[in-house]
Nanobody, 127 residues
Framework: QVQLVESGGGSVQAGGSLRLSCAAFGYSYSNYCMGWFRQAPGKEREGVVGIGSDGSLSYADSVKGRFTISRNNAKNTLYLQMNSLKPEDTAMYYC?????????????????????WGQGTQVTVSS
C-alpha cells in the first residue's frame, strides 16, 4: 500500500526556516512525479514545487529563491527546505505522488493529477 508521511512543520517567526520531510512507503518515489502543495484556510490548494523522476524542478513564483526541494533516494524521502519564511506561507503543507507524465507535461501544479497524498503538516509563520 502506498503511503506518504509528512513531518517537520511547526511555528516560526517571519524570516525563519523550516525543513519538511515526506517519507514514502510502498513504492519508490524516484519513479514518480512528486509535488509539494499547500492550503491556507479559506483558499484553494496550490502547488509549491514539483520534482520529476528525472530530477527536473519546477517552483511556484511565490517561493522561488526561498524554497528548495531535494530527495534522498536511499531513504525514499523528499525534503522541502523553506527559508525566509513569510506570514503568507502559513498553510497546511502536503506532499503528493503522481505518474511521471504529470511533471513531463508541465502539469505538476494541478492537484487533481496526483494519485497519492500525505496527511499534511502545518506551517505557521508569525510576523
Amino acid at each position: 500500500q502506498v503511503q506518504l508521511v509528512e513531518s517537520g512543520g511547526g511555528s516560526v517567526q517571519a524570516g525563519g526556516s523550516l525543513r519538511l520531510s515526506c517519507a514514502a512507503f510502498g513504492y519508490s518515489y524516484s519513479n514518480y512525479c512528486m509535488g509539494w502543495f499547500r492550503q491556507a484556510p479559506g483558499k484553494e490548494r496550490e502547488g509549491v514545487v514539483g520534482i520529476g523522476s528525472d530530477g527536473s524542478l519546477s517552483y511556484a513564483d511565490s517561493v522561488k529563491g526561498r524554497f528548495t526541494i531535494s530527495r534522498n533516494n536511499a531513504k525514499n524521502t523528499l525534503y522541502l527546505q523553506m527559508n525566509s519564511l513569510k506570514p503568507e506561507d502559513t498553510a497546511m503543507y502536503y506532499c503528493a505522488a503522481g505518474p511521471p507524465r504529470v511533471c513531463y507535461s508541465g502539469s505538476w501544479s494541478y492537484d487533481y493529477a496526483y494519485n497519492y497524498w500525505g496527511q499534511g503538516t502545518q506551517v505557521t509563520v508569525s510576523s
